[in-house]
């Protein structure tokens, strides 16, 4: 699960349950959402959060019990981490480097077995064959494409 979570599509990858709750003070009606329903129906890439001036598919919903148009979402984060990922740290990252480099311009990949990040890191190499492209563990660097560069 990434650290923030910023899209619909994101929290139903995360499998974060979402729940609409009524906006008339009187109502309070809440339910659970089928994120993957209202992904198929708003998209994937909608703002989990509203932003300013934009409309946000909770605006859209109206509440079954008092019809009112407009519904709160509260989203339920689990108390622990991710059962498959508990530590972040131990990700495996895909990054590409400044051509000083001395500052990370991207993460092109955020991975948690090597075997993938191997895969990951040698499909960034063919792809940008001209950056500087390093696969890490934390600060520990596993390949570096300079480096691999000037092996014999």
Known sequence: MPA???????AARAGIEIKA??????CRYSQKINLAEVVQHVGGIQPLVPVKWQKHFSER???PACKTLGMYIWV?????????????SSAFRVLEWSQTGRSIDRELALVHTLPVAQAAYRAARELYHTSHITLQQGA?????????????
Do not use: N
């Not at 709750?21 to 009187?26: D, L």
């Not at 339920?76 to 972040?88: K, M, N, Q, W």
């Open 61 to 63: 919903m109206r509440c």
């Open 76 to 88: 339920d984060l689990p108390s622990e981490g991710h059962p498959l990922y508990p530590l972040t």
């Open 140 to 152: 520990r660097v596993i390949s570096d494409s300079w480096e691999d560069q000037k092996a014999p």
């Open 21 to 26: 709750i009524c906006r008339k003070p009187e």
């Open 4 to 10: 923030i979570l910023t899209t619909l599509g994101e």
